[in-house]
């Protein structure tokens, strides 16, 4: 690089440098300390090669060394886990007293994690399952698995929920917006969802912190359930139940819209597309643009 041209690179790292002495939240250099983005995704994708093992192998299974292939993925996940939980829990306490101080919190709460493995499986090959027979273009269980938005954001956000369930900060939220990223499909890591869940094309789809959501659910691209928008700040309404409850074996069609905390969709009902949704309805309703008209 020519000297003239160097000097004005350095004018601008100068002022660059500079920059960071404005005492923004942007300028804070503590956040060095925080955890690492790709090591947490990297630690994600050890995980879900645990749930789909034979799915995500680049060479031969053999049986009898199943636990070698499982060990493979597990000791890097807990690795990464136990210090990018160190560092985010650390950070949040500076920050907050709802974050443990103990300094073996990391590891004990990434064991208790990884101990649900199982159980996570369980509920997959449900939603699997679910994917596989709510959907006539579904040539193959294994096409469901390579291939669907779906299954991409219902695996991370299973494996999300539980780290968001032991009070583990920042992780659980990274993880769920690179699923967002890669599928379309936005699930907070707070929301409770039940077994054999299936979104169908999912694009757009939006499930807020507190939605409960019961078994056999199915939901198509564009819905979203999500809270009132309310006049205080955000922090003054955490903890408080404002996204919608869908009870078991509801269908919502496209593009529907279901708000506030208080709203119950009663069981085997069915929300047809474009609906405008924010009170209740009975179980084994039939609910249509033309029969509610939003308001």
């Known amino acids: 690089m020519p000297t003239q041209h160097a000097g004005e690179l350095e004018e601008v790292i100068g002022q660059v440098a500079d920059s960071y002495a404005e005492g923004r939240l942007i300028d804070s250099l503590s956040s060095a300390q925080l955890p690492n983005k790709r090591q947490v995704i990297e630690a994600l994708n050890h995980l879900k090669a645990v749930m789909y093992l034979g799915y995500y192998a680049t060479g031969h299974l053999d049986p009898d060394k199943l636990r070698y292939a499982v060990s493979a993925h597990l000791y890097p996940a807990h690795e990464m886990l136990v210090e990018q939980i160190r560092r985010a829990a650390s950070y949040e306490g500076f920050r907050t007293t709802g974050t443990p101080n103990d300094p073996d919190w990391p590891r004990q709460v990434t064991i208790d994690f990884l101990r649900t493995i199982p159980t996570l499986r369980a509920l997959l090959s449900k939603d699997v399952l679910a994917a596989f027979q709510g959907d006539p273009a579904a040539n193959s269980v294994e096409e469901v698995i390579f291939s669907y938005p779906s299954i991409e954001a219902i695996t991370v956000h299973r494996i999300a929920h539980e780290l968001h369930r032991r009070g583990v900060p920042m992780l659980p939220r990274i993880m769920t917006e ?16 039940g077994e054999s869940f299936f979104i169908d094309h999912g694009t757009g789809v939006v499930i807020g912190e507190t939605s409960a959501i019961g078994r056999h659910v199915k939901i198509y691209q564009g819905v979203t359930l999500g809270a009132l928008s309310l006049e205080r700040g955000g922090a003054a309404n955490r903890g408080t139940k404002r996204h919608p409850t869908i009870e078991d074996h509801v269908t ?11 709203t119950v969709i009663g069981a085997h009902s069915i929300i047809g597309g474009n609906v405008w949704l924010v009170h209740s309805v009975e179980p084994n309703s039939r609910v249509t643009s033309e029969t509610h008209p939003k308001r």
């Open 178 to 193: 690179h699923a967002h990223s890669c599928s379309g499909i936005d699930i907070h890591p707070g929301a409770e969802i």
């Open 252 to 262: 919502i069609y496209a593009g529907a819209t279901i708000l506030g905390g208080d």
